[in-house]
Structures are given as C-alpha cells and as structure tokens.
C-alpha cells in the first residue's frame, strides 16, 4: 500500500520560513516524480513544485518562484519543500503527489497517482 505522509505545516508569520516533508512508502521512490500542490479555502487545487528523479529537474508555479525550493532524498525516501518569505496568500492545505516518472505535464494535479492527506500552512500578516 502507497503512503504519502506530509508533516512540517504550521502556523507563522509573514517573511518566516517553514520546511515541508513527504516520507513515501515506495519501492521505486527514485523513479518517481514528485509534486507539491496546494489548496486554500475555496480555490481549486494550485501547483506549487515538482522534481523529476533525474537532474534532478525542478518545476514551479509562478506564484512561488524564488521562494520555495523542492528537493529530494532518494535514501529517505523524502521530498522536502522549503518556503521561504512567506506570505498570507501561500496560506493553503499543502499536499505531497507522486506520479510516474515519464510524466510530462508537472503541474496537472490529475497526472499524479498517489497523494498524500495534507498539512496546513497558515501564514498571518
């Protein structure tokens, strides 16, 4: 069975940072690639980072560009996604994605097999 397990959300302040982690339980973790999405109330689900597992090359939305940072451990099994200079607009449900690695369309949510529960990020002005 697939888990996706996010942990890292809190609450902080604008211009703070926060680190989010995904533990995956799979096998070929290194093949995957991996997403951050995210969701405020009343949006629709936002793309905010990718990383394939060769690179590896990383993909962002535009409203996170030079703020945030996706990485990953292919020993941990881990992605991690450092946010910096936050602001109360990345406030949002952020939620980990796995999906194959031939995966070409990074930022489509329905591109993404397994996903994880979420961790909320509260960001106060």
């Known amino acids: 069975q697939v888990q996706l397990v996010e942990s890292g959300g809190g609450l902080v302040q604008a211009g703070d940072s926060l680190r989010l982690s995904c533990a995956a339980s799979?096998?070929?973790?290194?093949?995957?690639?991996m997403g951050w999405f995210r969701q405020a109330p009343g949006k629709e689900r936002e793309f905010v980072a990718a990383?394939?597992?060769?690179?590896?090359?990383?993909y962002y939305g535009d409203s996170v560009k030079g703020r945030f940072t996706i990485s990953r451990d292919n020993v941990k099994n881990t992605v991690y996604l450092q946010m910096d200079s936050l602001k109360p607009e990345d406030t949002a449900v952020y939620y980990c994605?796995?999906?194959?690695?031939?995966?070409?369309?990074?930022?489509?949510?329905?591109?993404?097999?397994?996903w994880g529960q979420g961790t909320q990020v509260t960001v106060s002005s």
């Open positions: 994605a796995a999906g194959r690695s031939g995966l070409s369309r990074v930022g489509v949510d329905s591109e993404y097999a397994y």
């Open positions: 799979l096998r070929t973790f290194n093949t995957y690639t």
């Open positions: 990383i394939k597992w060769s690179g590896p090359r990383t």
